[in-house]
Each structure stands twice: as structure tokens, then as C-alpha cells.
Nanobody, 123 residues
Framework: QVDLVESGGGLVQTGDSLRLSCTASESTFNWRGMGWFRQAPGRDREFVAA????????RYSDSAEGRFTISRDNAKKTVYLQMNNLQPEDTATYYC????????????????WGQGTQVAVSS
């Protein structure tokens, strides 16, 4: 069992930045792709960003491309999501997830999920 703990959410204004963090409990983190997903009220959970186990490959959703940056520190077993120029439509609960593979973007490839951290962007 892998525990993932997210932090860094909050209430911000349009145009502000936030950095989300997610720390894993197990060293398997170092060999697994990680991802960030989000779920807005009344909507399905959606992919935001993913990073390969060594951090060399990243993928983003269209809405995240150019504004968000995913990174990881394997020594700290932590993955980050730097979010810049936040918009009201970014309001959601953000979840980090650990894949069963070295790189993945499909939700079905992620076996472990955090509890989520809320991000609210006011206009």
C-alpha cells in the first residue's frame, strides 16, 4: 500500500500561482510515473499532468500546457505541480497519483491516489 499526501492548495485570485506537493510513503515512488488529476464540482476527474519515473518525460493537458509545470524529487519521494496564472476554471480538488508503470497518462494506469487538495481561484 502506498500513501500519497498532497499539500499546497488554497484560495487565490486570478493570475496568482500555487505549488502543490505530494509525498509518497514508499520508495517504489522512484520507479513509478506520477500524475496530477483534478475534479471540479459536478464534473468528472480529468488529467492535468504526468511525469516519468526519472523525471525526463512530462505530459500536460491542453489547459495546463504553458501554465503548469510538473516536477519531482526522488530523494524526497515528492512530486510537485507548479501552477501559474491561475484562472477560475482551475478551481477543483487536485489529486496526485502513482502509476503502475514508469510513465502513464491514462487514469486507469494509476493505482494509488492521494486524498486531494482543494484549489479555489476567485475572479
Amino acid at each position: 500500500q502506498v500513501d500519497l499526501v498532497e499539500s499546497g492548495g488554497g484560495l487565490v485570485q486570478t493570475g496568482d500561482s500555487l505549488r502543490l506537493s505530494c509525498t509518497a510513503s514508499e520508495s517504489t515512488f522512484n520507479w513509478r510515473g506520477m500524475g496530477w488529476f483534478r475534479q471540479a464540482p459536478g464534473r468528472d476527474r480529468e488529467f492535468v499532468a504526468a511525469i516519468s519515473s526519472a523525471g525526463k518525460i512530462t505530459r500536460y493537458s491542453d489547459s495546463a500546457e504553458g501554465r503548469f509545470t510538473i516536477s519531482r524529487d526522488n530523494a524526497k519521494k515528492t512530486v510537485y505541480l507548479q501552477m501559474n496564472n491561475l484562472q477560475p476554471e482551475d478551481t477543483a480538488t487536485y489529486y496526485c497519483a502513482q502509476s503502475t508503470q514508469t510513465m502513464a497518462v491514462l487514469e486507469s494506469s494509476f493505482a494509488y491516489w492521494g486524498q486531494g487538495t482543494q484549489v479555489a481561484v476567485s475572479s
